[in-house]
């Protein structure tokens, strides 16, 4: 009896996710091996902000109860980190020197937060929010109303940002070029959204940049920020939500082309022929534009992960969702986004 | 069993040679000197070293605890190999504790993670690596682990050190420095990771009564010797009773006894029985092959009503079978071994606790009754470890003699037929008492005849009626629903730790149930036997045997009916088969019709 396919996935957030439970819809036999950093299943990224609501328990974020990996064959394969992907040889290694053989390979790692390079020798007094464990960091060395300074802003951060308002703390928000990210604003447009965050409270510093961070002791604000005008301003907590940015290095021996990401077809395959991409890691052909465009926002990842696990098992679909680009303020003096739909 | 508070179970795998049984030992007396109950039980490979699997398991509470758990909480591999078929036994959200930078490339599944269930919380972490940076060495990767662990649950790791030290308080100095170094890597590591298992362990009993002290089964048992005065031990060694033999070698001396590694079994019962005859309080040990080539001289012991303890710690049989693993399939050789009608007292204590307590007293239980006293017990207990908190003071010792009285002119009677079957019994130097001492039927002068048979051998087994209530001795008890239950579970040996979690998690669910135990196997506490069947409309016997030894004797003691539960599976028995067997019980009892229009 032949062995079955094996389509092995690398990462299991949206796109990773969707993609195995469409690959077991369509190909009850197959095998899939989904390969995470993450210590657990996976969740929606976007609802980390509710641990600021008391949902501290990780298990009440999950997309999928624990069972529905063993129940669906799916073996989810957590604290693996990939570091090489053979291309001719079709095998996957692991940072803990097992290798992996597969037939067909989607990654979907995802991207990992950008920090600008100025910011780079502060990373250590810097708090993340890319996972559970980062986001319950924050909560636990955030004191009760106390002051978290976040620098830029991108639409993950400003979901924070008004959770955080929300439950009774204060932020304070230095402006860049990744404020409101991935929404492309001009400042005219840029300018009633912040009037919008000003009006909740929000302390907004515009036309400064942050250029380093200091750590404090004894009963100040954990964190002091210097801003190129000279100010200084202080706060509990400093986050940076400046965009993603991906992280292909694994993939240089797949025999794929690399560009900022993976350049995928509009069917998500890379020019490997076993391996699709989906999600922020990759970048999409576009006809009308003749150029790979990155697609971000959990909408657009969603679909992505499941077109390319159907492309996998046969079909030739072109990715052509690409959620409109808009945001503004409504009639209440509430944000809104097409790439973001914020739960009350 | 706990409601509430600690209740954890670690467990760590590896090959022989890794130190996991090391790591182990170091944890379960860590805990205990937090002040928590500790129970474990380590399982060697019968190979030499350098192969096979060990595992030691060790459940925490601040509740005593009965048994070991089936799900382990926290999980270590120190060997993928060995520890992969092990990664199911931990519960969901339970962590798994592993290195996560091989030294040589494996193929897909040869790592652990491959093998954790997306319940499962996985922790890897460069193990070696931090052995090495740590001490040079990756020989203390065991010891990195605790360390981690003590660090990721936040037990004081005081306590860690101490026990180190004391554990390589004989090694040059630098040997504890170096595993300080190595606990204190792990330690670092583990602290500030983040934590997605949901094990908790919350503060320490705070008043315990007395000192706590971890004995194994086995070194339970040199300590009740000990205390209990014996003066010879002659043995040979056999998995699981070698660690009797070779705590008594060290410490029987010092006490002023006699120690004596004989040539073979028969040597050991030979030289344990002439001892007893020259009213030395004698000894030996041994397992299920052993025994059976002890069993004619113990049927002298009889005959002669001579004094001695045997150990058996029973194993896999028959024959070699299986020398490190656990089985209670024992029971009838201790009890009916031998040629001809040979009563003999057999107490198979329960847990550690009872080892140390029967062991004290056995040699008093044997002069008393002038009998071989066999102490059964298994391989899991004979090696699982428990806190058990002796008396401060010897409650063992042994009380003075009484010389027979022998009126001026008369014969000594050795075997004088009194009403209580016990004759008193003079000692080879006693003045004016000689008499023949012989496996032949005899006289109550001792001397060879067939004339009081009869007689003589009601006298041997009426002596031990009155053993079943021998002052101070628990051969029986009842836990759990007192009065009429739907259930009863009654067990022997090792079994009852895991029948008494059995019997709280049914009560828990709502069955009414009762458990009892059983010390004395021979003779049997029937009254009390009786009682318990009035009280239960079934009454389930769980043992790790093939023909429900025990459930038979019972029955044919007793004349009642019994539901054996019977497995030989090298393991202890699984608390959920026990429970499910209850279940079944229970609903059965409760709509006989049902359940007769079922079966039909």
């Not at chain 1, 009896?1 to 690959?23: C, D, N, Q, R, Y």
């Not at chain 2, 494996?106 to 954790?116: K, L, P």
């Not at chain 2, 009993?205 to 005065?229: H, Q, S, Y």
């Amino acid at each position: 009896m032949a062995e079955p396919h094996h389509h092995v996935i690398i990462g299991s957030g949206s796109a990773g996710f969707g993609a195995a439970k469409t690959l077991r819809e369509g190909d009850p036999d197959c095998r899939i091996t989904m390969f995470t950093m993450d210590a657990i299943p996976f969740y929606h990224r976007y609802r980390l902000p509710e641990v600021f609501r008391g949902r501290t328990d990780w298990r009440d974020l999950l997309a999928k109860p624990p069972s529905f990996y063993e129940e669906n064959g799916i073996t989810l394969r957590r604290r693996c980190r990939v570091v090489d992907v053979d291309g001719s040889a079709h095998v996957v290694s692991l940072a803990h020197q097992e290798t992996v053989p597969f037939d067909s390979l989607l990654v979907a790692a995802g991207g990992r937060a950008y920090l600008p390079e100025n910011l780079s020798g502060h990373a250590h007094l810097i708090h993340g929010f890319g996972s559970f464990e980062a986001a319950m960091r924050v909560y636990n060395d955030l004191p009760r109303g106390g002051r978290v300074v976040m620098i830029g802003g991108d639409m993950i951060g400003l979901d924070l940002l008004l959770t955080l308002l929300d439950t009774g703390y204060r932020v304070t928000l230095i402006v860049n070029a990744q404020t409101f990210w991935p929404h492309e604003l001009t400042a005219e447009q840029r300018a009633p959204l912040l009037e919008a965050l000003r009006g909740k409270g929000v302390d907004v510093i515009e036309n400064a940049r942050a250029v380093g961070i200091s750590p404090q002791n004894g009963g100040a604000p954990a964190r002091r920020v210097a801003l190129d005008d000279g100010r200084e301003i202080e706060g509990d907590v400093v986050m940076a939500f400046c965009g993603l940015a991906t992280s292909v290095e694994f993939m240089l021996r797949a025999e794929v082309d690399i560009e900022r990401g993976l350049l995928v077809s509009p069917e998500l395959q890379t020019t490997n022929d076993a391996i699709w991409a989906a999600g922020d890691i990759c970048q999409i052909w576009h006809d009308g534009e003749k150029a790979y465009k990155f697609y971000h926002g959990w909408k657009n990842v969603r679909v992505m992960g499941q077109l390319a696990a159907r492309n996998i098992l046969g079909a030739h679909e072109p990715f052509d969702v690409d959620v409109e680009d808009r945001i503004w303020v409504d009639e209440d003096g509430e944000i809104q986004s097409t790439f973001w739909t914020r739960k009350p | 069993m706990n409601k509430s508070g600690t209740d954890i179970q670690f467990a760590i795998c590896g090959s022989a040679g890794d130190g996991t049984i090391a790591s182990g030992d170091i944890m379960k007396r860590a805990a205990a000197a937090m002040g928590f109950h500790v129970i474990a039980f380590d399982v060697y490979p019968p190979e030499i070293r350098g192969f096979g699997k060990c595992i030691s398991r060790i459940r925490i509470s601040s509740e005593q605890a009965y048994s070991l758990k089936e799900q382990s909480d926290v999980f270590v591999s120190l060997n993928d190999g060995h520890a992969i078929p092990h990664v199911g036994e931990v519960r969901d959200y339970g962590a798994v504790i592993y290195d996560d930078h091989l030294i040589a490339p494996v193929a897909e599944g040869g790592h652990i993670s491959a093998h954790i269930r997306p319940a499962q919380i996985p922790y890897g972490l460069p193990i070696r690596q931090i052995s090495e940076q740590a001490t040079n060495a990756a020989r203390s990767r065991n010891i990195v682990v605790l360390g981690y662990v003590a660090g990721l649950l936040d037990l004081p790791a005081e306590a860690f050190r101490k026990v180190i030290a004391q554990k390589f308080a004989s090694k040059p100095a630098v040997v504890t420095e170096s595993n300080i170094r190595a606990f204190d890597a792990g330690l670092e590591a583990g602290r500030g990771v983040f934590r997605y298992d949901d094990v908790a362990v919350g503060a320490a009993p705070t008043a315990a009564d007395g000192e706590a002290v971890m004995m194994t089964g086995n070194g339970a048992i040199v300590r009740g010797f000990l205390e209990g005065g014996i003066q010879s031990y002659f043995g040979y060694p056999i998995t699981p009773a070698t660690s009797i033999m070779e705590r008594l070698a060290v410490e029987l001396p010092k006490a002023g006894g006699r120690f004596l590694q004989t040539e073979d079994e028969i040597a050991a019962i030979s030289a344990t029985i002439g001892a007893g005859f020259a009213g030395s309080r004698a000894a030996t040990a041994t397992s299920g092959p052993g025994l059976a080539l002890m069993t004619e001289m113990m049927g002298l012991g009889v005959m002669a009503e001579v004094p001695a303890v045997v150990v058996c710690s029973q194993r896999g049989g028959p024959s070699t079978g299986l020398p490190t693993k656990t089985e209670q399939s024992d029971l009838n050789l201790a009890v009916h071994g031998g040629s001809g009608d040979a009563p003999r007292i057999v107490i198979a204590p329960t847990n550690v606790e009872g080892c140390y307590r029967c062991a004290g007293m056995a040699f008093e239980i044997a002069e008393k009754y002038q009998v071989p006293v066999v102490l059964l017990i298994d391989l899991y207990l004979s090696n699982r470890y428990e806190t058990v908190f002796p008396s401060d003071k010897n409650v063992f010792a042994p009380k003075p003699r009484e010389v027979p009285k022998v009126k001026e002119g008369e014969d000594y009677k050795r075997f004088v037929l009194t009403e209580d079957g016990i004759s008193p019994r003079a000692l080879p130097g006693d003045a004016g008492m000689m008499y023949t001492a012989t496996g032949l039927e005899h006289n109550e002068l001792g001397k060879p005849s067939d004339v009081l048979h009869m007689e003589m051998n009601a006298k041997r087994h009426h002596k031990l009626k009155s053993a079943v209530n021998y002052p101070g001795l628990t051969t029986s008890k009842r836990f759990g629903d007192m009065g009429k239950v739907d259930v009863g579970i009654l067990g022997w040996g090792s079994t009852f730790g895991e029948i008494l979690e059995t019997m709280f998690e049914a009560q828990a669910e709502g069955i009414s149930c009762s458990a009892m135990k059983v010390v004395m196997l021979s003779p049997l506490p029937e009254g009390e036997l009786r009682a318990f069947f009035d009280d239960c409309k079934v009454v389930l016997v769980p043992e790790l045997n093939y023909q429900g030894q025990f459930a038979n004797l019972v029955s044919g003691a007793i004349g009642r009916p019994v539901v054996r539960l019977n497995r030989t599976i090298a393991t202890p028995m699984p608390v959920a088969e026990i429970l499910s067997e209850v279940r079944r019980l229970a609903a059965e009892v409760n709509e006989p019709v049902a359940a007769a229009a079922g079966g039909v």
